[in-house]
């Protein structure tokens, strides 16, 4: 028998029992009228979380299905890949994957995307796609969304595609007050739901721009998913155990408050700070820029972040995070995104504590 981990780490995260029974429904036919009726229950609360009119789309695929679709449909000329962590620098590789002119904005990790330096790539006229992270989730920052749409908004023709996997939902993100063309997220992070799905939604001005582009592909071509989602259905057959999954979780988003789940994510969040300053750990994010779904924290002590990691989820049952790519053992990251409360989060604080005075 192995023992049930309750898993902080960011991404998959703990997946509720609610959840997991929800996805348990009948299953119904894509084209029949009970999934329409599916997807039109899940989509105005899709819309207030994008804060969008445009219509939104869900996809069976992870989140970087839609990330290598926003390149094949948007960028015609070149982007500009902003890029400050493990996510965000795939993303420059897969649009070479996909054969674009890509140019890379890297700063080093743990900073923010300085938007004056995107105005100075903008200005160059050699681009007219950008991609940004909104919350890269392997150094814990979150980048200044609301200052590089304001630079975007300077070049009309430049199409904004934004990635909110590990933030969506869990602050405002007003998808179009920000004139963010492409919005995505995935399931299994901030939404808590699991692995397998990903959702998205794009502007008028997106859809221009595919149908210029004439190698979109199928899987995740743009204007399929519109034309289908007019009817309320999906190009190809949708993984409707998630949407029933969604269902449930929207009942719980709107049932809570956005308000009441926006102060959550703080609440928890500044309790993760507290520990981390508390033990005398250091931030990997630069203050001013850091995440409120998760922690990067610099291991400044040089403990055996593996043995650490691997102590708390053997005497206490918790799975966390042993930093990401480069920063592996260098750093370590909890999360609090998804269904964690206060009440939650303590039980993981003091294992952290109570394990930390072996170290
Ligand atoms: C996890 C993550 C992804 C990739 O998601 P997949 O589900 O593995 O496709 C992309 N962007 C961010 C910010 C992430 O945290």
Redo the contacts with the bound molecule.
Sequence with gaps: MTKKIKLFI??PVEVSDKTLAAMTGPMIGHRSGDFKALYRAVYPGLQQLFQTRQPVFLST?????I?EGAIRNLVKKGVLNCMCGA?SDKWFDVSKRCGRHAVPLQVEWGKPIDPDAVDAQLATGNFDAVTL??????TGVMNPLQEISDVLRKYPGVVFIV?T??SFSALPIPMDDLGIDLMLT?S??ALALP?GL?LFAASPTAFERAAQLHDRGYYFDLLEFKKNAEDFMTPSTPTIPHIYALRSKLEDIFSEGLENRFRRHVLTNRLVHEWVNANGFEFFAQEGYRSVTLTCIKNNRGIDVEEFAKQIREEHGFQIDRGYGKIKGKTFRLSNMGDETVETMNPLLEALTETLKTF
């Design positions: 960011p991404g695929s992870s989140a970087w299905g990330m996510f992270i909104h919350n890269e989730t392997s990635d996997v590990s995935g299994q992070k692995p990903s």
